[in-house]
């Protein structure tokens, strides 16, 4: 192919997928604004238009055209670098979506949608079994998803592919199986000393103090509110129609501070990827996050390294009391930064500390390999759940509002997700680790509320890098290693020995 | 064709039809959205997505399948008589459509994206000659679309029919022509007696008061807020995502009252229409309003022959004055009812009383039958329009924001639609006449906040039909005539007569 040639086939091609990116991240509006604004009778003809928009993208991304055009350009030998990523990817993206039928596509997402209104319902009733035929149907469509997309050993290795590209049930059992008794141990430890206050935490707080605290962090962080906003939703998330239209939700509980602040800072580390992902790649692979445990490791990274270190404590606190007098005011550093690390097995994932939320992630990755591969029964999942807990942080589990439903995942077909969340932490540690060799006195800055050079960092070392490299790549990348959990339990050993001083 | 084919058959349309209706409303939810909550620096992408779905909407509607299919609907005989109605709507903008190929309706949504931001920036500049080129350009595409649609004796005929259907040159010419001299006449009688006091309107009135006010007045009017919502925008507007989602945006200028007040109503009006639609028709004809000079007629019939009148001033304004207690605590009934009733030639339409409101749209389709007949360059449009001003209402207009740059219409690409704001208010005293004839005391029933007999009049006078009528039919299928300005000449007679007591 002529150099011409390639460069015209080439547009064409760029053309075609900002369509298809045009339909997706319109369906991605839509669903922000089922999220945050839709007034309820909206909803169900929402759900069909959102499920219109995902089968019409499918229709044109599956397209023997396009499969034609990025042939072609892998055949040819005048593309750059970076433009021969871009095809390589979409040419697995668009081999793998082939292996769905649009008619598949267009049901699993109805079904999602039903999904979703029976969870909602099934958490008003404290019921799980009111979302079970649901729940039922969705994992018999995410076994056939496996199958249609093929995998080894485990059909939930597709879905975990699917998630992060190379993660398997080898690697996380190998994984957790590691990590589970040296986080048992420190939890013992821990339970053997004086345990942290945070009742400072759990006091009235008004409504509008608390959301104006929460974008003075995200905007000193580095947010950039001219290209992203934050409103209220009932559960946060960050939402991206481009990199300069980048989308937070808060929550906020007037009796408990540290759900607002520590959800905002999660949120905006996702925020700050996708607003640093490289520009001018819109609908390209090469604009898009490397992977959900990626992502994850960055809303870690902010809301862990950062957010409940020591310096942001100096950093915040004295805001903090500005904002409330009456009830921080008489609250040292030292209290603060132990009462935001308190470590202690809780019912609620989003609400657990940094070491046994773990144990919460461990319990649904199991639930899910048992799941998809057949040998337990969505029947079973409360008895399961309640079981686990009980045997592995030792809670008792009141009813399946604060059990097995309290996450929106699964109503969402999201299987394969938890897992990210895990790697995400653990691949945050190993990169923070990194980013501290290569910061002076980062901890320094942090504590004058200049994380300028942290983003930039970031931004050289992961976000501008979009999706080039898988998770395991980028961090051997970075890291001149693959995961390596010790930089984990260390610093997990190194934060807790110093709190609770053992 | 069997009943069983039949029935088929009109299955298929009415998925293929919704198909459309999805992709078109997601197009208007990120509308909505660019006008609510857009960060600044999204906006260009989104101006991409929304042609990119207009585009696909557009190859979807013409697609050739869908013809077939009407053809053979048309053929048949099994069909009932709302499917029928259904299928000859659709097929004539099925024909319509057909005439555009899909790259034109792309490059008007790209002109029409590209023109507003040039607008905007031509008011911030006061210099209309910073939006001349792309107006233009959008000019020259509507001459085109006008050859395209084709039309009798004036282009401009094609884009009046666009927005109402019947709508010609001839008509609006006769109509205008006929209500000019009596306009003018009780203008001259107006202006001959004590001017009205509407200065407690131009107080300091907070923001937050002025949203719970305004929102306390559309529910009592009847807008569900279950299936709808109101928030602020540059520009008020109304739309809809379906009959169970209508939203509606206003502007608060906390220097006057009226801006809000006002604006609300009218928006409200759109919407009541709206969310009285026929439910169950989504994405097909008779799901959908009649034309816009009805939609007009809806929101001008509860602005001004509800919400300026005596009755609603006895209603609303004690609510007013708790809100307002020091700004309008020593306002009588009459002196409000007089004072929001002010006759005076304006600079802006949008604030102009009923009487002189028709001149702001006399000039302005003066102007759009000239530029669309090619007799007028667009460069002629600031000193044509303030020539206009001065003659017609004796107003000198200061600068090109206050004039020819007031309105985002054209720079939406609408040509055609002003006439159906003074088409829309002629209808309207058209219709109230024959509910105040059906609703017995309608007055009494507006002061003490009961206005749910008038909304089911209009639901089931005009709401409930759809677009099986067009303008014209309806008004003769509701008041046994076609328009009758007298209506609309008598109603203003009787009102400043009784106001200004000459």
């Given amino acids: 192919m002529t150099n011409t040639a390639t460069r015209s086939l080439y547009d064409e091609y760029i053309k075609g997928m900002q369509t298809i990116a045009d339909l997706r991240y319109a369906a991605a509006v839509l669903q922000w604004d089922q999220e945050t604004y839709l007034p309820p009778k909206g909803a169900p003809v929402r759900g069909q238009q959102i499920a219109t928009l995902s089968e019409i993208a499918h229709k044109y991304f599956t397209d023997?055209?396009?499969?034609?055009?990025?042939?072609?350009?892998?055949?040819?030998?005048?593309?750059?670098?970076?433009?021969?990523?871009?095809?390589?990817?979409?040419?697995?993206?668009?081999?793998?979506?082939?292996?769905?039928?649009?008619?598949?596509?267009?049901?699993?997402?109805?079904?999602?949608?039903?999904?979703?209104?029976s969870w909602m319902e099934a958490r008003k009733a404290n019921d799980f079994s009111v979302f079970a035929k649901s729940l039922t149907r969705l994992i018999e469509l995410k076994k056939q998803e496996a199958d249609m997309l093929g995998y080894e050993q485990h059909p939930y290795n597709a879905l975990l592919d699917d998630h992060?590209?190379?993660?398997?049930?080898?690697?996380?059992d190998g994984v957790f199986s590691a990590i589970q008794q040296p986080l048992k141990d420190l939890l013992g430890k821990i339970a053997d000393q004086q345990p942290a206050d945070d009742s400072f935490l759990q006091q009235h707080f008004p409504k509008d103090k608390q959301w104006q605290f929460g974008l003075q962090v995200v905007k000193e962080l580095g947010y950039d509110m001219e290209a992203g906003r934050q409103?209220?939703?009932?559960?946060?998330?960050?939402?991206?129609?481009?990199?300069?239209?980048?989308?937070?939700?808060?929550?906020?509980?007037?009796?408990?501070?540290?759900?607002?602040?520590?959800?905002?800072?999660?949120?905006?580390?996702?925020?700050?990827?996708?607003?640093?992902?490289?520009?001018?790649?819109?609908?390209?692979?090469?604009?898009?996050?490397?992977?959900?445990?990626?992502h994850e490791s960055q809303s870690r990274l902010w809301e862990n390294h950062v957010g409940r270190s020591r310096a942001f404590c100096e950093r915040w606190l004295p805001v903090l009391q500005e904002y409330f007098p009456q009830q921080l005011g008489k609250v040292s550093v030292e209290q603060f930064y132990k009462g935001i690390n308190k470590v202690q097995p809780s019912l609620i994932r989003t609400e657990a500390d940094e070491l046994t939320y773990h144990f919460h992630i461990m319990i649904r990755y199991e639930l899910e390999k048992l799941l998809i591969g057949g040998s337990m029964t969505v029947q079973d999942i409360p008895g399961y759940w309640n079981e686990q807990y009980r045997k592995l942080m030792g809670v008792q589990v009141p009813g399946d509002r604060q059990g097995c439903l309290q996450d929106v995942h699964w109503s969402h077909g999201s299987f394969g997700y938890f897992p990210t969340y895990s790697l995400?932490?653990?691949?945050?540690?190993?990169?923070?680790?990194?980013?501290?060799?290569?910061?002076?006195?980062?901890?320094?800055?942090?504590?004058?509320?200049?994380?300028?050079?942290?983003?930039?960092?970031?931004?050289?070392?992961?976000?501008?890098?979009?999706?080039?490299?898988?998770?395991?790549?980028?961090?051997?990348?970075?890291?001149?290693?693959?995961?390596?959990?010790?930089?984990?339990?260390?610093?997990l050993l190194d934060k807790y020995k110093d709190i609770y001083k053992f």
Same sequence: chains 1, 2.
């Avoid at 992060?164 to 996380?172: F, I, P, R, S």
């Fill in 64 to 117: 023997e055209k396009l499969g034609g055009q990025l042939q072609d350009l892998l055949a040819g030998d005048n593309l750059l670098a970076n433009e021969k990523r871009n095809v390589e990817l979409s040419w697995q993206d668009y081999s793998k979506q082939k292996k769905f039928p649009s008619s598949f596509v267009r049901t699993l997402a109805e079904a999602v949608n039903q999904s979703f209104h």
């Fill in 231 to 294: 409103d209220i939703s009932e559960h946060p998330f960050t939402t991206n129609f481009n990199s300069q239209d980048v989308r937070i939700t808060t929550r906020i509980d007037e009796n408990d501070l540290s759900n607002m602040v520590w959800s905002c800072i999660h949120e905006a580390g996702h925020a700050l990827y996708e607003q640093g992902l490289p520009p001018g790649e819109y609908g390209l692979p090469l604009g898009e996050p490397a992977s959900y445990t990626i």
């Fill in 424 to 491: 995400g932490s653990f691949y945050a540690a190993q990169f923070y680790a990194f980013a501290n060799q290569a910061i002076p006195d980062l901890n320094g800055q942090i504590k004058q509320g200049n994380t300028a050079p942290l983003l930039q960092w970031l931004r050289t070392a992961v976000h501008q890098k979009g999706r080039r490299f898988t998770s395991e790549e980028l961090c051997k990348d970075i890291c001149g290693e693959t995961l390596n959990i010790e930089y984990f339990t260390g610093y």
């Fill in 164 to 172: 992060d590209k190379g993660a398997t049930v080898q690697l996380l």
